[in-house]
């Protein structure tokens, strides 16, 4: 095996980062893949997760690939990522004041073996959002590109009232699930 010891099939600056606190080998390589929205919650993550391991895998045939899906659910509702500040401004009314489930499926591809894909799952509470706090948060412009209309590692963890599960995976990559996957990642961190 050549190169970096992890390709990482996704464009998120967030699993970037968690990984490079890790001191991870690893490189990053956009799958560029359509994503699934349409299902129960917990297959389309693990869907998602798997088409952009693959993609990549098909490049790269002799790597380790990891790829994740982060998403936001209410029962069977999935919040992806708005497009506009009406939309971020449904989601959260919408997850105002009750608990949602966020929900990241993990795929890793090693060379000549059959795929890994799973779930990592963690309840997140968000406060009743009034609308002072809600103008504030929609303002600063956070919920760009993210799943449910929140970053909870930014401006985000003011809407948060608790959690129940791996504040990581609320993050966008759910290290122990990767960990347990992966566990040469730290063997090989920098």
């Known amino acids: 095996m050549t190169g970096y010891a992890v390709l990482l099939a996704s464009s998120s600056p967030q699993r970037r980062a968690l990984l490079e606190v890790l001191g991870a080998d690893f490189e ?5 893949v359509e994503e699934t929205s349409a299902g129960p919650p917990l297959e389309v993550a693990q869907e998602n997760a798997y088409r952009k391991a693959s993609a990549v895998a098909r490049a790269e045939p002799d790597r380790i690939v990891l790829g994740v899906d982060t ?8 919040f992806g ?10 989601t959260l009314r ?3 004041g009750r608990s949602h489930t966020v929900i990241s499926g993990v795929s ?3 060379p000549r073996r ?12 968000f406060r009743a959002l ?5 103008a504030w948060y929609l303002a600063g412009g956070e919920w760009r ?20 599960g791996d504040w990581t995976n609320v993050v966008g990559l759910p290290v122990p699930t990767v960990l347990e996957l992966i566990p040469e990642l730290l063997a090989h961190s920098r």
Not at 114 to 125: H, L, P, S, W, Y
Not at 130 to 134: D, I, R
């Open 145 to 164: 590109e993210r799943a449910g209309a929140y970053a909870i590692q930014g401006r985000g963890a003011a809407l948060v009232e608790g959690i129940d």
């Open 94 to 96: 919408t997850l105002s």
């Open 114 to 125: 059959r795929a890994q894909t799973v779930a990592a799952q963690t309840t997140v509470r």
């Open 28 to 32: 990053v390589i956009p799958p560029g």
């Open 71 to 78: 998403l936001v659910a209410a029962g069977r509702a999935i």
């Open 81 to 90: 990522k708005p497009a506009t500040e009406d939309e971020a401004r449904t």
């Open 130 to 134: 009034e609308a002072p706090l809600l």
């Open 108 to 110: 890793v591809i090693r």
